[in-house]
């Protein structure tokens, strides 16, 4: 479902929408506001709408890669080598 709802919020900022996400613990509140069927759990309120003509949004700059990650090229590529051997059906020995 995540992915799902990702792919909607994108969707619907495409369209000039403007979504806010909320996730409340727990969510049997909405269940019994709702009147919904015990076997029904929501997980996610998603709030839709236009943005005011004068919104703000914040200019978030994201991170270059090498600033929040770490990449262990040897490891990785002892890894692929012995992969590679097995598929193979060769001995790593």
Same mark, same amino acid.
């Given at each position: $479902?995540?992915?799902?709802?990702? #792919? %909607?919020?994108?969707?619907? +900022?495409?369209?000039?929408?403007?979504? !806010?996400?909320?996730?409340?613990?727990? $969510?049997?509140?909405?269940?019994? #506001? %709702?009147?919904?069927?015990? +076997?029904?759990?929501?997980?996610?309120? !998603?709030?839709?709408?236009?943005?005011?003509?004068?919104?703000?949004?914040?200019?978030?700059?994201?991170?270059?890669?090498?600033?929040?990650s770490t990449f262990f090229i040897k490891h990785?590529?002892?890894?692929?080598?012995?992969?590679?051997?097995?598929?193979?059906?060769?001995?790593?020995?």
């Amino acid at each position: $479902m995540g992915i799902a709802t990702g #792919i %909607l919020i994108t969707a619907l +900022h495409q369209a000039g929408l403007a979504t !806010l996400t909320h996730t409340p613990s727990p $969510m049997k509140f909405l269940a019994e #506001i %709702l009147d919904r069927p015990s +076997h029904e759990r929501p997980f996610l309120l !998603l709030v839709v709408g236009y943005p005011a003509k004068n919104a703000l949004v914040p200019d978030i700059e994201r991170l270059p890669l090498n600033k929040i990650s770490t990449f262990f090229i040897k490891h990785a590529m002892y890894v692929y080598s012995g992969l590679k051997h097995i598929l193979a059906g060769q001995s790593l020995s």
